[in-house]
């Protein structure tokens, strides 16, 4: 009962901070749009060629602009060192992560909303295969990101060189979920194979790394 | 009289307090007080020994008596003094309809105004202290553990914290403060305890008991 | 001990001469590939102990998480290092392989993605322990090593499933060993095993002694703080 009032708690109180500072969510919805339009200037495929690398090019851009959004996640917390109430209450940790996770997966989400019709516009992109198979896809590999990517982020609180110290332990880790994020993706657009294996993929590591990090972050939340 | 902690330091120090005790520590920089604080609250883990907080050497299990402030505010710069405390009290399973009630107690019994919509941020730093002190109070904790908290405040303030400390352990709290301008706290504490290279060196009633 | 590491040392010495030997020499000519082939020697057993020595990581990771064993964490630290300089030298040597043979100095391989994948991870683990300002250290690299670990089964079946969609050429051959070569595969695994252990061992020492310094010299500090 007070596991879900805390989780609840935590991520209006992460909402109502993150609307109230405007300018960040500002700065990132304008960051994710450069990003669409260097990667369409940098990469001028035919409408053909677009449906093979799309699935890369709009992955990689979402991973850039989640890292982005990642390294403010706790970023709040270190101010007054206020993860320091969190910590010293009796609260237990997975609250405080579970809503981390699904405030960055909301905003990860959103910052997806905004690029994919641009992408769609500038690649010409439509999909020959199940188009409607995209948003369990979507899902999937977004929390493939979030889940891990806010587990990472706590724990480079701890270190040194914060801000790059995230993305170089995220993306070696990431690499089977990108995988599977830009493979079925390109299989969707395509139409050529199926998703299946991809997706089945991602959800396994979804399943795997959900639980991981639920039984650690304790442990580093903890490591003062 | 009940035996409160017990804490064996790196060093090979053990020491106890007793509850209901006003306790003030110094020492100078590097001493390991605000180490010795943590470790108290469950904030730094020692590498060796063991420590016993509120009879248990779980600290978790009391982590709802204990109260914590420091030299940081640990508030949201851009909410309210209420909104920061109701987020709080819902951390220590205050019930819902008790929430509003308990957060105005413990803004008033700082002697601020728990209906200012300003965000803690905009606060003079002596507004900004005692709202920290009023979180530190919202679960009511038997413990309280204070780092600092008349660092960057003007002497008058200073003097009320110092009021509002001793009253808290009138009222049956324990309460171990660590500062610098222990001037402050003079008439009002039961014992100095004074600290050196990461130990205890010496125990006084009296502010004027010498160092080490 | 100060016997036995020189008995390891001497029989390391014996070892990788011998198997040098046997791999330049003994071993008979591949007949498609030649003399280039030989690097397949060196490629390969590499890998095999750079996998050993991460399995090593992965259980005193398991270990020290349970117990909080000094001990299992420099084990930790000492395999990941010596794996990563393993691991190199198997990314190095595929390439040099693969181009004379096949024209191409990379492929997407089975093994050779598996490898590269897992030298990333490992490095970020070096990365990890180099630049973290935790006192507890340990426990979050080897919170990184589970993570890893988990990894590797997604990695490998994503990768297989990719290959098959993917054909590409497979350094190393897939079909079956002439067990001439076999033998001489198998002794410089030996080889290197020992080699492996050589210098883990080293490090373990050299590590045991730093910490001791270190601690020392806190210890120190702390006294002289006080005047």
Not at chain 1, 32 to 39: A, D, G, P, Q, T
Not at chain 2, 108 to 135: F, I, T
């Amino acid at each position: 009962m007070n596991f879900l009032t805390v989780t609840r708690a935590t991520l209006a109180k992460d909402i109502r901070l993150e609307w109230r500072s405007k300018d960040a969510i500002n700065a990132m919805l304008f960051f994710s749009l450069l990003v669409v339009v260097i990667f369409s200037f940098a990469f001028d495929p035919t409408a053909e060629e677009s449906r093979r690398i799309a699935g890369g090019l709009v992955w990689v851009a979402f991973l850039f602009a989640a890292i982005v959004a990642l390294n403010q996640t706790w970023a709040r917390e270190l101010r007054n060192q206020v993860l320091d109430a969190y910590r010293v209450s009796p609260a237990p940790a997975i609250p405080l992560f579970l809503a981390k996770a699904v405030g960055n997966f909301i905003f990860v989400a959103a910052l997806e909303a905004l690029m994919t019709p641009l992408f769609i516009a500038f690649y010409r992109l439509r999909p020959l295969g199940p188009g409607w198979q995209l948003i369990p896809i979507a899902i999937l590999g977004t929390w493939a990101l979030v889940v891990n990517g806010t587990f990472f982020a706590a724990m480079s609180l701890r270190t040194r060189a914060r801000e790059i110290m995230l993305p170089l332990l995220l993306f070696p880790l990431s690499i089977p979920a990108l995988l599977g994020m830009v493979n079925s993706t390109t299989a969707i657009l395509t139409g050529e194979t199926s998703p299946a294996f991809w997706i089945a993929l991602l959800v396994a590591y979804d399943v795997v790394f959900t639980t991981a990090c639920l039984l650690l972050f304790e442990t580093v939340l903890e490591a003062e | 009289m009940k035996q409160f902690g017990r804490f064996a330091a790196l060093r090979g120090v053990t020491a106890e307090f007793s509850a209901g005790k006003l306790y003030v520590i110094l020492g100078d920089n590097g001493a390991g007080k605000t180490t010795l604080l943590r470790t108290m609250a469950g904030l730094a883990h020692s590498t060796r020994g063991k420590i016993t907080v509120l009879g248990s050497e779980n600290i978790q299990a009391s982590r709802a008596q204990i109260g914590y402030m420091a030299h940081p505010s640990l508030l949201y710069d851009e909410m309210s003094g209420m909104e920061n405390l109701r987020y709080f009290a819902k951390l220590y399973r205050i019930p819902a309809g008790e929430v509003d009630r308990r957060c105005r107690e413990a803004i008033l019994s700082v002697k601020l105004d728990p209906d200012l919509e300003r965000p803690v941020g905009q606060y003079s730093q002596g507004m900004r202290q005692r709202m920290s002190l009023a979180r530190a109070l919202v679960n009511d904790p038997e413990l309280l553990l204070l780092d600092e908290p008349f660092s960057n405040v003007d002497a008058r303030s200073a003097a009320e914290m110092a009021g509002l400390v001793a009253h808290a352990r009138d009222r049956g709290k324990t309460v171990f403060v660590v500062t610098h301008q222990a001037a402050q706290l003079e008439l009002y504490a039961d014992e100095f305890i004074w600290m050196e290279s990461g130990r205890i060196v010496n125990r006084t009633s009296a502010l004027q008991g010498a160092k080490g | 001990m100060k016997r036995g590491f020189t008995i390891l040392a001497v029989l390391t010495a014996l070892l990788l001469s011998f198997s040098l030997y046997a791999a330049l020499v003994l071993a008979p000519t591949e007949q498609t590939m030649g003399n280039v082939q030989r690097i397949f020697y060196y490629h390969v057993p590499s890998a095999w102990v750079a996998f050993q020595l991460f399995l090593i990581n992965f259980v005193a990771s398991v270990i020290y998480m349970i117990r909080r064993s000094t001990k299992a964490d420099i084990v930790a630290l000492v395999t990941a290092e010596v794996g990563v300089v393993f691991c190199t030298v198997v990314l190095i040597t595929g390439p040099i392989w693969a181009r004379p043979v096949w024209g191409i100095w990379w492929t997407w391989d089975l093994r050779l993605t598996l490898t590269l994948v897992l030298w990333l991870i490992y490095v970020s683990y070096l990365v990890l322990r180099r630049f973290s300002s935790s006192s507890q250290t340990p426990l979050l690299a080897a919170v990184l090593a589970i993570f890893g670990a988990l990894d590797v089964p997604l990695v490998y079946f994503s990768i297989w499933f990719f290959r098959t969609q993917h054909p590409a050429p497979v350094i190393g051959g897939g079909g079956s060993l002439d067990p001439r070569m076999g033998w001489v595969l198998v002794s410089n695994w030996i080889a290197f095993m020992a080699l492996a252990w050589l210098i883990c061992w080293t490090r373990y020492q050299l590590e045991v002694a730093q910490r001791a310094v270190h601690e020392a010299e806190a210890m120190q500090s702390l006294m002289e703080g006080a005047r």
